[in-house]
Nanobody
């Protein structure tokens, strides 16, 4: 599976962005998909995950109520809608997929995209 993340950019605090993760290769619809992020000098951290059907999702407490993960298995694409952005959301955002139940562990995911930078100014 090859993953291509896009949609990052510079936004003011309180603004919104939508990230996309386009998958190619193996059957995307059979994988759980997740977003992680890594800020400068920090460990990569879990943001959100969605199972193959979209019927199960999980969010980090820091983004709950502000971010929404979704997927379109026809388009082989997953999305992360980010609202009410804060400066502390600034990071490189990575999408990942794996044959797993919804998980916050980075080790559950087998394939990773290259990352897209989100910068939130105060």
């Amino acid at each position: 599976v090859q993953l291509q993340a896009s949609g990052g950019g510079l936004v003011q605090a309180g603004g919104s962005l939508r990230l996309s993760c386009a998958a190619s290769g193996r059957t995307f619809s059979s994988y759980t998909m997740a977003w992680f992020r890594q800020a400068p000098g920090k460990e990569r951290e879990f943001v959100a995950a969605i199972n193959w059907s979209g019927g199960s999702t999980s969010y980090a407490d820091s983004v709950k109520g502000r971010f929404t993960i979704s997927r379109d298995n026809v388009k082989n694409t997953a999305y992360l809608q980010m609202n009410s952005l804060k400066p502390e959301d600034t990071a490189v955002y990575y999408c990942a997929v794996g044959r797993t139940v919804v998980s916050a562990s980075r080790w559950s995911y087998d394939y990773w995209g290259q990352g897209t930078l989100v910068t939130v100014s105060s």
